[in-house]
């Protein structure tokens, strides 16, 4: 196991790293979009921070400004082997999100969501940490009905495409409470519907980075299927104040809750607000749709707003144009190093 840790407090024994420090939040996946934000706001409250990622769809670009900060470490590592690290908090986000990234390696996709909870909560359980899981709305499937609430037990096609991303989420829940209710662990399960900001990669396929990209280079807007789909989407600064706020939420909630924005949107809807942002003269065209695609998305976030005291504050458009921003920084610097 490769470790960026410099100095005192960290040993290697047999391919199990681990680090001596109370007051520690542990972060998997932390280099990744949801991730980074994480990383940054733990340490912002004064938590010393531990990233644990294997840079497989996460960069080490979305922490570098966090680099000379005494109080974060990057550790790479695999959650699908055993690490050992001793923290109060830890986040487990480590898994691709976005359906091209989780389908283009779908057994490694199901064995990080299984084999990542097993080692999560074990590590959990020798320190005594309290452990968050970042489950999906995807564990709904595609619903029948609307809006989502966390006691619907979803409608998920097990042999789909999709299914390696969805079983493995579901696997993990279920991982999650059974290590519960046997081993007594502390465990948070919070439910993500479709979260945007900056941060998101240029080309992870994602419908809202797609649409800006292409409405910022005036190239088509790709719908996949009729747009009547919907969607409900989240911004990265509202999501990851719910897990802080769930996180500290006493020992007897551990949900699963959905974090998400109740707004809902077609995907149609979707593209016109966002062309409409960018003054872009981009066409909207029709691909086929993809397999299994849900039809509609929109989380009750009832339980949030009585056990967590959270709701969202950013509405769509405001979200959208704090990401517009980030991606036309991102590329105007793509295009001046092409230039060059
Ligand atoms: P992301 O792809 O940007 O981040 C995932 C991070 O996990 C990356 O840094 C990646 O390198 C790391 N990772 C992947 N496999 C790993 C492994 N085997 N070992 C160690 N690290 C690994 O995605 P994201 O949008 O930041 O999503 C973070 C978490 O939130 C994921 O668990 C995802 O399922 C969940 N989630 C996200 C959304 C969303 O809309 N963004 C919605 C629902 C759930
Ligand atoms: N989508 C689309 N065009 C794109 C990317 C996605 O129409 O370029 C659609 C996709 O088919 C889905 C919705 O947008 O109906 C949300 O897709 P995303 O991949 O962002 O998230 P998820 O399907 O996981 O909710």
Redesign the pocket.
């Known amino acids: 196991m490769r470790s960026f840790i410099p100095g005192e407090g960290y040993s290697e024994v047999k391919n199990i790293a681990v680090l001596k420090n109370l007051g520690t939040a542990l972060v998997?996946?932390?280099?990744?979009?949801?991730?980074?934000h994480l990383c940054e706001r733990l340490l912002l409250r004064g938590y010393s921070v531990v990233c644990?990622?294997?840079?497989?769809?996460?960069?080490r670009a979305?922490v570098e400004h966090l680099a000379s900060n005494p109080s974060f470490r990057i550790i790479e590592?695999?959650?699908?082997q055993p690490f050992d690290i001793e923290a109060s908090l830890i986040f487990?986000?480590?898994?691709?999100?976005?359906p091209p990234?989780y389908q283009r390696d779908p057994v490694?996709t199901l064995l990080?969501?299984v084999l990542?909870a097993v080692n999560t909560l074990d590590c959990a359980r020798r320190t005594g940490a309290i452990v968050v899981q970042?489950?999906?709305?995807?564990v709904y499937g595609d619903p029948t009905q609307s809006p989502q609430r966390e006691s619907y037990c979803g409608n998920v096609n097990s042999i789909g495409p999709r299914a390696c991303?969805d079983e493995g989420?579901r696997s993990a829940e279920t991982l999650f409470f059974d290590y519960h209710r046997t081993y007594g662990v502390d465990i948070k399960v919070g439910?993500?519907?479709?979260?945007?900001g900056p941060?998101?990669?240029l080309d992870?396929g994602?419908v809202v980075s797609n649409f800006i990209v292409q409405a910022l280079r005036n190239a088509d807007l790709t719908i996949y299927g009729d747009g009547q789909q919907t969607r409900s989407f989240?911004h990265v600064d509202d999501l990851v104040e719910g897990f802080l706020r769930f996180s500290a939420a006493g020992s007897a909630c551990h949900g699963p809750i959905n974090l998400g924005n109740p707004g809902e949107f077609t995907v149609r809807r979707l593209a016109e607000i966002i062309r409409d942002l960018t003054n872009s003269r981009s066409r909207i065209v029709h691909l086929p749709a993809v397999i299994d695609d849900p039809r509609q998305r929109r989380p009750d976030i009832s339980r949030a707003m009585t056990e967590l005291a959270w709701q969202p504050h950013i509405e769509l458009e405001a979200g959208l144009a704090r990401t517009v921003e980030y991606f036309d920084g991102l590329l105007a610097g793509t295009e001046q190093a092409e230039a060059v």
Do not use: Q, W
């Not at 644990?52 to 960069?59: A, C, I, P, V, Y």
């Not at 970042?134 to 995807?138: A, D, F, G, H, I």
């Open positions: 998997n996946g932390g280099a990744g979009f949801l991730g980074s644990l990622d294997n840079f497989s769809t996460g960069r979305n590592h695999d959650v699908r487990n986000f480590a898994s691709p999100a976005s990234d490694g990080t969501n990542g970042s489950s999906t709305s995807e991303y989420k439910r993500i519907f479709n979260t945007y941060r998101m990669r992870d994602r989240c």
